[in-house]
């Protein structure tokens, strides 16, 4: 009897198993099922194909891009889609285990393709004497919103190009998101007015605010790690060095994202008498939370720093 139950239990576990790495899109008819890398870039695609795509994301809200691990339900989904988006420029490593994986040849769509990509200067080796550094690219571009209109021109061609009869809807749902696009760009104009320019110092977890930074006149003083990738690990070297630069500098706080852990941050904050302010970084809060879209999660993360920086 006790060999019957575990033999059932263990064909259960077997069918569960199969179930989870067979894992299906189910698009609604007539809706095209694709694939997009992360929560932020899924809700620009979904405002682009509006009801006639089928929108299956990767990355779930609140998870950390750089620190996800795909599953087998991720290379099921890529290999049933249509299409395939990311944003590109590194940020999505896990795609090449994916792209390995999936039963099809696939090319993900670089949404980023046609940015003025900034590069960053890495620390390479911060013990030798003669530090040495590397060139890498910052694909954190959707903190600029002009970036996220050429990411919309992009999947408007990519999906009309796929879906020719529907041309003409994403065409007009790409054009009407625009326009809330460059609204929105007025509106971190008009917000970010209210920082005295010399309050306008920021400090991050990992460098991530460049685009916004040179886009809205501010100043990246440094971050916790000097890398692109919240996977990174500072030197203590690194560390002194960018307290001392927030103590010259009088840094009001450091900003970090809500995917991190905050224990770094801080320790530097109380060492040097900042606030540490958490916002939003590379993905979008719940769909009940206060940054469900793109266009909340940057008015969220905008009125979070005006706040923080100007006193109020």
């Known amino acids: 009897m006790h060999r019957k139950k575990s033999l059932l239990l263990l064909l259960s576990f077997i069918i569960l198993l199969a179930s989870a790495c067979t894992a299906q899109i189910t698009p609604t008819a007539n809706q095209l ?59 999505e490593q896990f795609m090449d285990a994916i792209i390995r ?67 003409g809807t994403y065409q007009a749902n790409a054009a009407a998101y625009i326009a809330e696009l460059k609204a929105l760009d007025e509106w971190i104009r008009s917000e970010t007015a209210r920082i005295p320019q010399e309050k306008r110092l920021i400090v991050t977890d990992h460098m991530l605010f460049n685009y916004f930074a040179e886009k809205y006149g501010f100043t990246v003083v440094g971050a916790l790690i000097p890398s692109y990738s919240s996977l990174a690990q500072p030197s ?47 993905s979008l809060s719940n769909a009940d939370g206060p940054a469900a879209t793109y266009l909340d999660y940057m008015r969220y993360n905008v009125k979070t720093i005006a706040n923080a920086l100007s006193g109020e």
């Not at 009801?51 to 339900?73: A, D, I, K």
């Not at 927030?246 to 991190?260: H, K, P, S």
């Not at 770094?264 to 900042?274: F, I, N, P, S, Y």
Request: glycine share 6%; aromatic share 4%; proline share 6%.
């Open 101 to 167: 994986n999936a039963s099809d040849d696939i090319t993900p769509i670089e949404v980023s393709s046609g940015i003025s990509a900034q590069e960053l200067l890495i620390p390479h080796d911060a013990n030798t004497a003669e530090q040495q550094h590397e060139h890498t690219t910052d694909p954190h571009v959707w903190l600029d919103p002009a970036n996220v209109i050429v990411w919309t021109e992009n999947i408007a061609a990519a999906l009309s190009a796929r879906d020719p009869a529907g041309s």
């Open 33 to 91: 099922p694709v694939v997009a890398t992360t929560s932020i870039l899924a809700d620009v695609v979904s405002r682009v194909g509006g009801n006639f795509v089928s929108v299956t994301t990767l990355v779930p809200p609140g998870v950390n891009e750089h620190e996800y691990q795909p599953s087998p339900r991720d290379i099921a989904a890529v290999s049933d889609a249509a299409l395939v988006f990311e944003v590109g420029l590194g940020l």
């Open 236 to 282: 203590a070297q690194e560390i002194a060095a960018l307290e001392d630069a927030i103590r010259q500098y009088n840094v009001r706080v450091i900003l970090v994202g809500n995917t991190v852990n905050p224990t770094l941050a801080a320790r530097v904050a109380e060492d040097t008498g900042t606030a540490m302010v958490q916002f939003y970084t590379g």
